[in-house]
């Protein structure tokens, strides 16, 4: 049974770049991931995916 759905991270044209900067400095691309899911979290219709949490009978 599905006892919730949260959405992932925000869906941004950006986000090949953003995976480059993962390969330069790993501390820059954590920050703009907290801030793609509190995006996401914020503008629920704009993200890119999301993650369900569900509960066992």
């Given amino acids: 049974m599905v006892a919730s759905r949260y959405p992932s991270v ?22 703009l991931s907290r801030l793609r899911r509190r995006l996401a979290a914020r503008y629920p219709e704009e993200d890119a995916g999301f ?5 066992a009978r």
């Fill in 10 to 31: 925000y869906d941004t044209p950006l986000v090949g770049l953003i995976d480059v900067v993962g390969g330069v400095s790993l501390a820059l691309y954590r920050r």
């Fill in 51 to 55: 993650y369900v949490v569900c509960r």
